[in-house]
């Protein structure tokens, strides 16, 4: 059988793949769709990356063989996974691999903003430092802030364990409840988003991009956060209207915002680096050496584990486990 992957993956996972299958790693970095659409044909699986869309053309491309898209990420907003499905394709990705990585990002961004950290390294560097001033670049304090997590799922969790830690009360609103995290954190849910906006000091985005959660904060939702409040974005781009985030932040509406994702990563909105009270980081959550390894091996592992029948561990859409092409070899 033959392995498509995208682009060279951390660690040596992918020998594995190479000792069962015929294996062909992209050499360079992002491939293009033209190459994509090339290399796809008559694959049994394509082990791909979030910048890639897997949409119905490139199943189509890759025909009957497809067995497996196996995602190296958490996120699987780039797969068109309803077509997947209808097709008998089985979808995977990454989950757990990388939560607390996600998480830690989280919570640095938060204090990377609150405590002016980027403003005062820029302020030295540029030599206008000249020693100790009462009122140099106050910031907040977190401990017996309120943090809201919005989206309590792995990475919410652990956001909500940091959060805590440092002294944080801890709310939440998401899909469905956390036995845990209300065990462990005393977090309380909240059943509109609506109440979270309105009395968190901090507020992380940690749902994933779907129909629902695009465009979920915008202009009303940001209003009604207290002005001192600040806005953490490691989910995706567009769960954030960027525009009117942008319009807030330059009105004084909220205290300040520390974003990982956005709209348009292939050209972020120059309308975010003026603004001093948002630290900006390039979608880099994930990026510790601990997670890429153990993300990689997982979607290596999907593979291998789906093509030998058994169900995988990251497995997106259970439905069509049942009658997914595999159990045709
Ligand atoms: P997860 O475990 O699936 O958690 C997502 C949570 O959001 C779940 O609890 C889910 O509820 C909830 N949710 C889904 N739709 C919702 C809605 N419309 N309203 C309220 N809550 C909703 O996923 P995860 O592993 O924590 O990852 C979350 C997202 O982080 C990923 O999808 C990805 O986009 C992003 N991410 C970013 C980076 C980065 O590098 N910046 C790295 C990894 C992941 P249910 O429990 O009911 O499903
Ligand atoms: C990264 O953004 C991921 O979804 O894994």
Not at 41 to 47: E, H, K, N, P, Q
Not at 70 to 77: L, P
Not at 229 to 257: D, H, P, S, Y
Request: aromatic share 4%; net charge neutral.
């Amino acid at each position: 059988m033959k392995v498509f992957v995208t682009q060279k993956l951390a660690g040596d996972f992918v020998d594995r793949l190479a000792e069962k299958y015929e294996v062909v790693v992209w050499p360079g970095r992002e491939i293009s769709r033209k190459d994509l659409l090339r290399k796809v044909r008559g694959v049994d699986a394509i082990l791909s990356l979030l910048t890639e869309r897997i949409d119905a053309e490139v199943m189509e491309k890759a025909g009957e063989n497809l067995k497996i898209i196996s995602n190296c990420a958490v996120g699987f907003d780039n797969v068109e996974v309803s077509e997947a499905t209808r097709r008998g394709i089985v979808v995977t990705n990454t989950p757990a691999a990388l939560s607390e990585s996600v998480a830690e990002h989280a919570i640095a961004l938060m204090l990377t903003v609150m405590r002016r950290i980027v403003e005062g390294d820029k302020y030295v560097r540029s030599g206008k430092f000249k020693g100790w001033e009462p009122d140099l670049m106050v910031g907040m304090t977190v401990r017996r802030k309120v943090l809201g997590v919005v989206g309590m799922g792995r990475i919410g969790e652990w956001t909500a364990r940091l959060g805590y830690g440092l002294g944080m009360k801890v709310i939440y609103y998401s899909r469905s409840r956390s036995v845990d995290v209300e065990k462990e954190c005393k977090g309380e849910y909240k059943e509109k988003l609506d109440e979270l906006l309105k009395e968190a000091d901090v507020i992380s985005l940690n749902v994933p991009l779907n129909k629902e959660t695009e465009g979920m904060i915008g202009k009303r939702e940001l209003m009604m956060m207290k002005k001192t409040a600040v806005l953490i974005n490691t989910a995706r781009g567009a769960v954030v209207k960027e525009n009117e985030l942008i319009e807030m932040l330059k009105e004084g509406r909220i205290a300040g915002a520390g974003l990982d994702v956005f709209e348009d990563e292939s050209r972020v909105n120059t309308g975010l680096f003026k603004l001093d009270n948002v630290v900006l980081t390039p979608h880099i959550a994930s990026a510790t050496n601990e997670a890429r390894e153990l993300m990689a091996e997982m979607a290596v592992n999907n593979i291998l584990r789906t093509l030998a029948g058994e169900e995988p561990e990251g497995l997106v859409n259970e439905e069509v486990w049942c009658r997914a092409r595999v159990h045709k070899c």
